[in-house]
């Protein structure tokens, strides 16, 4: 309701002078002051003076209430931006490794067309950028900002536009089919890998305590479900006597 205020407001200011319509703009400041004597003396002389006046308070008004909108939808923004970070762990340093990235890697991944390819790489530089980015909003000084809002605009814009890059890369990525129409990876092989190593770590230690054949053949199994598993997962199960 207030922001469709908002827009009736500057919808009368947006109109040429000669076409406004007097009284709805005497109402509006009616509205906005809920000064009963200075709607009626408008009311009772229409002035030239009078349309100036209007003008000028509801023009006021409307800054007013452009800035607190712009506030609103900037704490909106900032909260995109908080699930954004968790989701896509942004809190870590840039120098975690690389190897995390790879669970998301199709195992036809050097036999896909190059475009397709690139979306992989261009990911990795996006979560990269992502991170920047969040840093640097994390360390902006806002204590003497003449506006904050204004300075964290554009570190919250481009977060959420990367995001969405980065949500559209790894669809077409993942979705991608090859000429026979045949998908060769979705979306649910990756949860699948994702819950078999789950399982693996799960169960790992319960093997080291009392391994038995049918566990580790489990063990096994998970593993063969598992999307490029990490040098460092590979090696436990060596050491476990699994592999």
């Known amino acids: 309701m207030e922001n469709q205020f908002t827009e009736t407001l500057q919808k ?9 319509d007097y009284a709805e703009g005497a109402m509006l400041l009616l ?8 709607y009626r003396n408008l009311m009772m002389r229409r002035t030239r003076q009078g349309e100036q006046f209007i003008e000028y308070q509801l023009k006021k008004r409307l800054t007013f ?8 939808q900037v704490e909106q923004m900032q909260k995109q931006v908080d699930g954004i970070v968790v989701k896509r762990n942004l809190e ?6 690389v190897s995390e990235f790879k669970t998301g890697k199709r195992v036809d991944h050097d036999d896909l067309p190059d475009e397709i390819q690139a979306l992989y790489v261009e990911n990795l530089s996006i979560v990269q950028k992502m991170r920047e980015l969040h840093l640097k ?6 204590e003497n900002a003449t506006c904050p809002d204004s300075e964290r605009y554009p570190f919250l814009k481009e977060l959420i536009s990367l995001d969405k890059r980065l949500h559209s ?7 991608y089919t090859g000429a026979d129409g045949e998908q060769v990876m979705t ?6 890998s994702k819950q078999a190593v789950r399982m693996i770590n799960l169960n790992k230690n319960r093997y080291a305590k009392k391994p038995t054949e049918e566990l580790k053949g489990k063990i096994l ?13 590979t090696a436990e199960l060596k050491d476990l006597g699994i592999l």
């Not at 009368?12 to 406004?20: F, I, K």
């Not at 509205?31 to 200075?38: C, F, P, S, V």
């Not at 209430?65 to 609103?72: A, D, F, I, S």
């Open 65 to 72: 209430r452009l800035r607190q909108v712009t506030h609103e």
């Open 221 to 233: 199994a998970w593993y063969g479900k598992v999307i490029n598993p990490t040098d460092k997962l």
């Open 187 to 192: 979306e649910d092989l990756r949860e699948q």
């Open 92 to 97: 870590k340093k840039q120098t975690a490794p």
């Open 12 to 20: 009368w200011l947006n109109t040429p002078a000669s076409e406004r």
């Open 31 to 38: 509205k906005l002051t809920g000064n009963q004597i200075m």
């Open 169 to 175: 890369n790894w669809k077409a990525y993942d979705h």
């Open 137 to 142: 909003l994390r360390s902006l000084s806002l």
